[in-house]
């Protein structure tokens, strides 16, 4: 079982083609092939998260029948263009916010790009969406389709291309710096009275 991420498919928004200049000839061909290359990749036992605006600009009933054709296990992080119609489809589970761990990896899922998220001093990794390749946010991935040939991705391919977060060495405050000393004067004393208790004398034995 693979873990895939995708977000802002737009389907049935004519929109999109020319707003994000996608390149497909019309919107039943952006549909066709962004279900196709989905099919492609994600197998029907394969666990998927979509980051929300799965359609937009279509009727529900349309959106619906693709949402069907798709291959995996299908989680929603909900967008602003989710309707509540669309929270209600067979999704496994449906989130505005969420965290989940991929071989051991902290993983923290929005629609929207966060600039500080849940583990980001712990190098956790956030993935959203929303802003169709038009932003940069350094530890965090847009895994829209515009930034991904229009198909889902797994997570070693966004960590591939990741860029860790700004984390600035931390300084130590005054009340640590100050438990730090006390510890080393207690350690040093343990240690002497440690050396001196088991002094060894001239002939080799303990005094």
Not at 124 to 140: D, E
Not at 149 to 162: M, Q
Request: aromatic letters at 10%.
């Amino acid at each position: 079982m693979t873990v895939f991420f995708t977000a802002d498919t737009h389907f049935g928004h004519e929109g999109a083609i020319r707003q994000n200049g996608r390149p497909f000839a019309s919107v039943d061909d952006m549909n066709r092939e962004m279900a196709a290359r989905w099919n492609a990749v994600v197998a029907p036992q394969d666990e998927i998260w979509h980051l929300g605006d799965f359609a937009y600009k279509m009727p529900l009933d349309d959106a619906r029948k693709i949402f069907g054709t798709l291959n995996g296990r299908k989680s929603l992080i909900v967008g602003n263009h989710d309707k509540a119609t669309v929270r209600t489809w067979p999704w496994e589970s449906v989130h505005d916010l969420h965290e989940i761990a991929v071989d051991g990896r902290r993983v923290v899922l929005c629609h929207y790009p966060l600039a500080e998220w849940p583990g980001y001093y712990r190098d956790s990794v956030h993935l959203f969406g929303h802003v169709h390749g038009n932003r940069h946010v350094a530890g965090a991935v847009d895994v829209g389709v515009d930034c991904w040939d229009f198909r889902p991705v797994t997570l070693d391919e966004i960590l591939a291309g990741r860029t860790p977060p700004p984390i600035p060495p931390r300084q130590l405050e005054a009340w640590e710096i100050a438990y730090i000393e006390v510890a080393k004067t207690e350690a040093e004393r343990r240690a002497m009275n440690d050396v001196l208790s088991q002094r060894v004398d001239q002939a080799g034995g303990r005094s």
